[in-house]
């Protein structure tokens, strides 16, 4: 979940809660500490036990050790929300493989955890160009992806995205190259992205923006006590969503995983 030129700067105490989209619990939610207080916790799911099951049953116990070891790291960063979650992650990496993708890029970095969900999906000669404006997150993570064996797949680029993709849009060789893009960086260039985006794509491959349902505020109503931040990028997620399903270049699948991630195949 970053925003602002793919970092964001404001913690929520480090987690997301059900059924609160303005920081306050409801009324029929306990005032206990939630179990998810965990790192990338941002399901939209009703039931944090439900939620819970999910994690315990099907995604912690098929994990990779590396990805592990980097949510637990990055479970300590004082802007840990920002991770994506181990189910997201888990997700991501299953389908790279079912789209067997090799030529892949990521916006909005972080700590890595989805970056390397990504390089231990592609194969050994897989690439992935990655872009955030701060080096420094990444390299908290950056010595478990090399004792990985993945960091030769990865080229990560510091500094806005844009200019880098007008750069690339610029140069037809790079037209339609890629089979796999994820996007989880400033809500407020999402639109600008996709303009590029869907030239850099190939026909039939796959684009992913995340944070799509915005902690659910994409459908409170006008008035709804929502956290700054969220009010602010809202009506940017909803441009997005409203620009997605109306291009006829794409077919869109909009899911419930994490905070909402929405994938785009390009057909045209």
Avoid at 81 to 94: C, K, L, P, Y
Avoid at 122 to 145: C, F, H, Q, S, T
Avoid at 190 to 212: E, P, Q, S
Wanted: aromatic residues 8%; hydrophobic residues 40%; proline residues 5%.
């Amino acid at each position: 979940m970053a925003i602002n030129g793919e970092t964001k700067i404001e913690s929520i105490n480090g987690e997301t809660k059900h059924g609160s989209i303005n920081g306050t619990e409801s009324n029929n939610e306990p005032k206990a500490v939630s179990r998810h207080q965990e790192v990338g916790h941002k399901s939209l799911l009703q039931s944090d036990a439900l939620y819970q099951y999910i994690l315990e049953t099907s995604v912690y116990p098929r994990e990779p050790e590396p990805m592990k070891e980097l949510r637990e790291v990055t479970a300590k960063h004082p802007w840990n929300i920002m991770t994506t979650s181990a189910d997201e992650g888990q997700f991501i990496n299953m389908l790279l493989k079912l789209v067997n993708a090799k030529n892949t890029m990521e916006i909005g970095v972080f700590t890595g955890y989805s970056l390397l969900a990504t390089a231990l999906a592609l194969p050994d000669d897989g690439k992935i160009l990655a872009m955030d404006i701060n080096r420094e997150n990444y390299e908290v993570g950056l010595p478990i992806i090399e004792k990985a064996g993945v960091a030769h797949k990865i080229d990560f680029k510091e500094g806005p995205a844009l200019p880098i993709l007008d750069q690339m849009v610029a140069d037809e060789k790079h037209h339609g190259t890629f089979d796999f893009i994820f996007v989880d960086a400033d809500k407020d260039n999402y639109i600008n992205y996709h303009k590029r985006l869907i030239d850099l794509v190939k026909i039939g491959g796959l684009i992913g923006y995340d944070n799509t349902l915005w902690n659910g505020s994409v459908v409170a109503p006008p008035d709804a006590p929502l956290r700054k931040y969220v009010r602010y990028y809202r009506d940017f997620v909803l441009e997005l969503n409203k620009a997605l399903a109306d291009d006829p270049r794409i077919e869109i699948c909009m899911l419930p995983v994490g905070d909402g991630i929405t994938l785009c195949r390009r057909v045209s």
